[in-house]
């Protein structure tokens, strides 16, 4: 048995091939590039094929593959992403929604809070080129009694 459980380590989607040529490449690498941060491993990158995209570090990303029968999915499912500060959560909305000024494409689920009272849980959801959702939570611990 492990030490710790495994880890999450990456999402793969399919996409039309279309998608992941140059022009729909480049705009996926544009919004979540700049929105997340998240970088292209060019290496990787293969047109109407594959485009990997890394998240926080080496071993997490975003694995994007065409496919002639991509995947379709109601907005509501999703993967999630979680930041450690209010100061973060804020920033991050605040790019979404300064792209969204722009981009009729990109749909919002606003700033929402889950108050389960040990932790309150701050969620927005932002659609926008996948076929997932991105959902991003900050979970407000309250002060210890």
């Known amino acids: ?45 293969e047109d109407g094929r594959r485009l990997v995209l890394g998240l926080a570090t080496y071993d997490q990303f975003v694995f994007l593959v065409g496919d002639d029968d991509p995947l379709r999915a109601p907005r509501t499912d999703h993967f999630g992403l979680s930041v450690h500060t209010e100061a973060e959560f804020a920033e991050l909305l605040d790019r979404v929604k300064a792209r969204m000024v722009d981009d009729p494409r990109i749909h919002l689920d606003d700033h929402t809070v889950d108050d389960q009272e040990v932790v309150k849980i701050h969620s927005f959801y932002v659609h926008h080129l996948l076929p997932l959702t991105v ?11």
């Open 1 to 45: 048995m492990p030490d710790a459980p495994p880890r999450l380590n990456h999402v793969a989607l399919s996409l039309p091939s279309e998608a992941l040529q140059p022009a729909g490449r480049a705009e996926i690498v544009d919004f979540y590039g700049n929105v997340f941060g998240w970088t292209e491993y060019p290496q990787l990158t």
């Open 135 to 145: 959902e991003v939570q900050w979970w407000e611990w309250p002060p210890k009694a």
